[in-house]
């Protein structure tokens, strides 16, 4: 390539040079296609700096394959002009001759010629002139001797239209020295290769340049799912922290530990069969722990433990009905309740992240099953205190440092807190959306953006699952938006459970889908969730670092 | 979260003072309420029906606010306004007294019919009111609010009001057959029978939603005055007789129900709202309710209840250092008037009628800290030492993910919930075979059963993927549901791990080769002996004929692995040769 004949002569024409050569001039001179000399060109230029080559475009007049025949022989009304002969030459003969047609009508207008149609044996063409001077011939000639410029304007755009004439755009470089010019250039390398490096010929031997702008080839690999590997890195948070992971595999659960043990009523909107899957078959609990039931019955129904109670009839055929859990906050009951059960009461941490079902109306941030988070810490003398000071800590774990706490109402916490965050923009901690009962954003003005769904939810919401909404995040909220939801259990909960008076039980949660919405950038929830996944999304997603600040978005080929 | 819609302007009015939207956000978030939205009638009607409609619609500001779902008495304007001023301190919180009528008592009688449809009614007066039309519009809008929450679309409590100057007592409330039952309802010109009005009102998008309460029944409650007259017949509608209007002076109401508990809450709540527009502020005329049984009741309750509760308690359990005075003086900002009593470190807190919220001392410990401010608590760390243990089986799943990843699996994540069609019939299986459980109410039939194999979601993702360049590699480490009698709700979790080769040709000895891989991984050596692993021809309706093996492990099957059988895979919508495996990975915890 590089070493090709022409590039070396170019080398040696350029040494000697003053400032640069044209490609199309230093064809001419070796006689060689214009393309030869380019793809030259081209070759010395991808070895780097040896050469300079700049585009130059020039316009050329060029003869036409006629143009050049016409310029060698004479024109066509020149050449039968010459093949009359003084006494004449039949019109019919005359048509015969190669040029004969063109030729005549041109010669008769030139009035170079005459026809005698009373001759004997018919029409008979005669010179009128002596001598002619061909000034199509002459003109052409000056073309093709490089002289077009002598011609005028009209001239060219007349032999033009006899598609004589031609005009070319040349595209042509102007070469000069590089920075690393030189005369002598051997043949590059492209890889190293085993006998290289055992001969130790690659000390000797220039090598190609790696093109860095190419695109690499991406390795053959599987991919993990990025919901679950938010989900990894919550766990991890949650075991940093010292909290045990609390059995969840059964995501079928009686209405009592799902809403009674939690000292829902019966009554509760939650319990509605518009929000919660309940199940046909097997449609009741079998077994239920009787002791513990009676004093929820009636914890329920009468009061007891410092309670009025909810005064109504509680009813076990109610308790016994099945349904998928809507929360895990029923496998934190059932953790609880053994924990209770073991003499003497021990200090305990647990989380569990799984999933949940809800009987939704499905859209783009709403699924009828969803993972939620939840933490529970169960000690003596807990505090509002001792929770915000957990939440501060483990959303610090997150990245979110700006915390704020809103009174808020769940059916088994009491005191309730929603957990805010300071949403500061781009480039800050995450781009939280409003959180709270959103469906779609409005657009009207206020400071919350966000429409209420069904109430039952909102009532029953100790965890909001809500995920965020397509709007503008990237542009950054500078807004207090919601990010959890928490609290100290109630004691109508814990105290029918057995735990002793005085131990306190503090808890919160959140939704799993949300953060990886928001840290994945994905507005449609069923593109993350479930079998309509965008697997590309999955072999695309980078690593989940929770508390990494967001840079720059990264693509491939910038340096 | 219920919404209340309030005027910014009256609102503010009522508050003595103007906010800014930022400062008035910032108050709600203190009080535990959440300013929702900032609109008008006419951008609510614009942003639903067009702006056409919306042409002439009042652009007066409205404020939709977020209440907590237990607080019934800030479900209205008057109610707002209460609880905000005696936060701030501006006033104090008004007392709520049951007064007895000079003249006769307004008698509601009970008879036995209702026993069996909606046993129970309180009623009681407001005595010489004066509505205005924001005043009354706030009135309707509050027994809509009452009947959207606390009376659950009116099947737990339906509330009635009636112009008391139409009708004449004593009140009888009874059932009767619907066909027995004929008056002109609510804004009708004629009357009806019961049976007429459940069917006119099918077409009517307010009332529908609550004809299922009574429908069906042979008997229906109502109300009739001593001429003969009906108040109501509830949960459904009013009579048109007794109907109050802006101009009405003397408003009888009565509310029925099934749950006595809440049918008198309600009846506070309205009464306690209103009653500040009687000639006698906050005086509420009693009425008698006479049961079946004869006993007589008098409504409203109106009951103030006394609760002590020591004060270092509340400082322990919010995490702050106050004096028992401070505390009292916190509680009575939150409606609750507390005063130091005893030994100087007990608080007697005074629970107003409108706070049935209230049933425990833990109600008042977070209405203490509410008023103290959620973020004026020292935060702090529990000094609980724990040691933290992994889920066993969350474990095992976690390392068995990564590794199937680094085989070059990858990971997706399927609904647990499908329909019958996905585990059943397009697996060439019927369903009882399947000991699925299933689902009594799914919206769709794509929530009809728990799934009880990974394969079908993994398919179902292949065939959402099919633009993805071959082969398609999938696995899913996750839950699968069965019956099974002998867990306490007759069904349990398997903890499956799936994985799918889709491509060109079947592919069988790369998933068996996946198999080795995971054995190999859970340290199970090939062979029958020593708790090894062997696999053995079978067949299975999701297979091609000659293309199935059942893996056994550690003495038991834990699954089968195969080339899918050519109408599994028309069935799920793909055009490729697959070959699966799935095994529960319990057996190797």
Known sequence: MADGPVAEVLLRQLATADGGLDSAELAAKLGVEHQAVVGAVKSLQALGEIIEAELRSTKRWELTAEGEEIAREGSHEARVFRSIPPEGLAQSELMRLPSGKVGFSKAMSNKWIRVDKSAADGPRVFRVVDSVEDEVQRRLQLVQGGQAEKLGEKERSELRKRKLLTEVTLKTYWVSKGSAFSTSISKQETELSPEMISSGSWRDRPFKPYNFLAHGVLPDSGHLHPLLKVRTQFRQIFLEMGFTEMPTDNFIESSFWNFDALFQPQQHPARDQHDTFFLRDPAEALQLPMDYVHRVKRTHSQGGYGSQGYKYNWKLEEARKNLLRTHTTSASARALYRLAQKKPFTPAKYFSIDRVFRNETLDATHLAEFHQIEGVVADHGLTLGHLMGVLREFFTKLGITQLRFKPAYNPYTEPSMEVFSYHQGQGGTWSWEGEGCLRLPTLSPGPFHCQAHSQAHCQTQHHPHDLPCPSPSSTGLRKWVEVGNSGIFRPEMLLPMGLPENVSVIAWGLSLERPTMIKYGINNIRELVGHKVNLQMVYDSPLCRLDAEPGPPRTQGTA | ?589
Do not use: W
């Open chain 2, 1 to 589: 979260m219920p919404t209340v819609s309030v005027k910014r302007d009256l609102l503010f009015r009522a508050l003595g003072r103007t906010y800014t939207d930022e400062e008035f956000d910032e108050l709600c978030f203190e009080f535990g309420l959440e300013l929702d939205e900032i609109t008008s009638e006419k951008e609510i009607i614009s942003k639903e029906q067009g702006n056409e409609k919306a042409e002439g619609a009042s652009d007066v500001v409205l404020y939709k606010i977020d209440v907590p779902a237990n607080r019934y008495d800030l479900l209205c304007l008057e109610g707002l306004v209460r609880g905000l001023q005696v936060f701030k301190e501006r006033i104090k919180a008004p007392v709520y007294k049951r007064v007895t009528p000079n003249g006769e008592i307004q008698k509601l009688i009970i008879t036995e019919e209702t026993a069996r449809i909606r046993p129970y009614a309180v009623a009681a007066v407001l005595r010489n009111i004066k509505f205005t039309k924001d005043r009354y519009d706030s009135f309707i809008e509050l027994q809509e609010k009452l009947h959207q929450n606390i009376c659950r679309k009116r099947a737990l409590v339906a509330i009635g009001t009636h112009d008391l100057d139409t009708l004449s007592g004593p009140f009888t409330y009874t059932a009767k057959r619907p066909s027995d039952i004929k008056f002109k309802p609510l804004n009708k010109t004629k009357e009806y029978t019961a049976c007429e009005l459940m069917n006119i009102y099918k077409t009517d998008n307010h009332l529908k939603h609550y004809l299922h309460i009574i429908e069906n029944k042979p008997l229906f409650p109502v109300i009739y005055d001593s001429n003969g007259v009906v108040l109501s017949m509830p949960p459904i509608i009013n009579g048109n007789h007794s109907k109050i209007t802006v101009n009405t002076r003397n408003v009888f109401i009565e509310c029925t129900g099934t749950d006595f508990t809440k049918a008198k809450i309600v009846l506070d709540v309205i009464v306690t709202m209103f009653s500040e527009y009687c000639e006698n502020p906050f005086m509420v005329e009693a009425a008698e309710v006479v049961f079946p049984n004869g006993k007589s009741y008098i409504f409203p309750e109106l009951a103030y209840r006394k609760e002590i509760v020591r004060a270092d308690l509340i400082n322990k359990k919010v995490g702050i250092r106050e004096t028992p005075e401070n505390i009292a003086k916190l509680l009575t900002r939150m409606h609750l008037k507390s005063e130091v009593i005893g030994d100087g470190n007990q608080i007697e807190i005074e629970i107003p009628p409108t706070r049935a919220d209230v049933i425990h001392a833990c109600d008042i410990v977070e209405d203490a800290a509410i008023a103290y401010g959620y973020n004026n608590i020292q935060m702090a760390l529990p000094k609980t030492y724990t040691i933290a243990n992994q889920f066993p089986l969350n474990k095992l799943t976690e390392l068995l993910r990564y590794d199937m990843a680094a085989a070059g699996f990858t990971e997706a994540l399927t609904f647990a919930l499908c329909s019958q069609e996905d585990i059943a019939d397009k697996l060439g299986l019927d369903i009882s075979a399947t000991k699925a459980v299933h689902i009594s109410n799914p919206k769709t039939a794509e929530f009809q059963v728990a799934r009880t194999t990974l394969l079908p979601g993994l398919l179902k993702t292949i065939a959402a993927n099919r633009k993805m360049p071959l082969p398609l590699k999938l696995f899913e480490i996750s839950d699968i549901v069965v019956k099974d009698s002998s867990r306490d709700v007759g069904a349990r979790n398997y903890r499956h791990l799936c994985a799918v080769y889709y491509n060109k040709n079947p592919g069988f000895e790369i998933i068996h080769g996946l198999l080795d891989r995971i054995m190999q991984l859970l340290n199970v050596p090939p062979g029958e002996k020593k708790g090894g692993y062997v696999i053995k021809a079978s067949e299975g309706a999701a297979f091609f004929p000659g293309r199935c093996a059942e893996i056994l492990a550690r003495g038991q099957s834990i699954g089968k692995l195969g080339v899918l059988h050519p109408d599994v895979i028309t069935k799920f919508e793909l055009t490729m040769p697959c070959s699966s495996l799935e095994i529960n990975i319990e057996p190797f915890l």
